[in-house]
């Protein structure tokens, strides 16, 4: 979520270079990859796990960057409409993994459960607006779990029953 703000309001140096009329396209995609890298390495720099979740995130951050940087902060293309929506498919997955009448928050396996129900979901919805075919999502959704937690129906609001009523109450409201 941050770094999606960040876009909002990049560097003055970075608005510079994209708002150079003088500079090509191609110039321009390279400047915006290098600060990206650039940020990135000085993350690492500071990180006190130089192998753990953090630094492989940082090695996905690396590839995906730069082509969300450039996609928002670019010219308006289909680039930049994919990464709004992917933006969107983002920031309402977060919305609904805090969402107590989407997600069961009664142990670690429904939230897990709920929470890759939920990714399923926007992963259909972000593969559909790129015309994946049918066979293209079953064959990812093979990839993720053997376990088929999604609906046929990508844009379903459909989530998993709550558990009864006398079952063992969330932490929170445990006395």
């Known amino acids: 979520m941050d770094s999606f703000e960040d876009l909002e309001n990049p560097p003055i140096s970075i608005q510079n270079v994209v708002n150079n ?30 192998d753990g979740f953090i630094a492989h995130f940082y090695s996905v951050c690396e590839q995906v960057s730069p082509v969300l940087a450039w996609g928002f902060l670019g010219p308006k293309t289909s680039l930049h409409d994919f990464c709004c929506f992917f933006k969107d498919q983002v920031l309402f997955f977060l919305k609904d993994v805090f969402d107590m009448e989407k997600v069961r928050y009664y142990s670690v396996e429904t939230l897990a ?3 890759l129900h939920l990714l399923h979901r926007r992963s259909e919805l972000l593969l559909a607006y790129l015309g994946a075919d049918s066979h293209s999502l079953q064959h990812i959704k093979s990839c993720v779990t053997a376990t088929s937690l999604t609906t046929t129906d990508p844009n379903s609001t459909s989530f ?14 445990r006395q």
């Open 21 to 50: 009329r003088w500079l090509n396209l191609s110039f321009k995609e390279t400047a915006v990859a290098s600060s990206c890298w650039s940020v990135l390495k000085q993350k690492r720099q500071h990180m006190r796990v130089h």
């Open 113 to 115: 459960e709920d929470m």
């Open 160 to 173: 998993p029953p709550l558990p009864a009523p006398n079952s063992t109450p969330p932490p929170w409201k």
